[in-house]
Nanobody, 128 residues
Framework: QVQLVESGGGSVQAGGSLRLSCVVS????????MTWFRQAPGKEREGVAS????????DYADSVKGRFTISEDSVKMTSYLQMTSLKPEDAGMYYC?????????????????????WGQGTQVTVSS
């Protein structure tokens, strides 16, 4: 049974930082495309960061470049999203998702429909 479990969300002031974690089990993590998405109320879910766990190649949404960093611990089968210089517009529910690296390139632009497995989400609130 595949499970993705996020943690690390919370409430911070603008300019603050958070690190989200996503622990993966029951999945071929070593050959995965891991992507972090977020969804604010009334808005579509958007990809913010992705990582090909084979090549280590990462991709970011323009809105988070230079502020967010995706990383991983392959031994712990955990994906991380380090978020710095947080803005109120970064608030929302953050989800990690996984799919095989085969086929479509592992980028945030590949979208959410292509992902195979999802975590339950962790809430991020940023106050101004």
């Amino acid at each position: 049974q595949v499970q993705l479990v996020e943690s690390g969300g919370g409430s911070v002031q603008a300019g603050g930082s958070l690190r989200l974690s996503c622990v993966v089990s029951g999945y071929a993590y070593s050959r995965a495309c891991m992507t972090w998405f977020r969804q604010a109320p009334g808005k579509e879910r958007e990809g913010v960061a992705s990582m090909n766990t084979v090549s280590g190649i990462t991709d970011y949404a323009d809105s988070v470049k230079g502020r967010f960093t995706i990383s991983e611990d392959s031994v712990k089968m955990t994906s991380y999203l380090q978020m710095t210089s947080l803005k109120p517009e970064d608030a929302g529910m953050y989800y990690c998702a996984a799919r095989s690296i085969k086929g479509v390139a592992c980028t945030v632009g590949a979208g959410s429909a292509i992902m195979d497995y999802w975590g339950q989400g962790t809430q991020v609130t940023v106050s101004s």
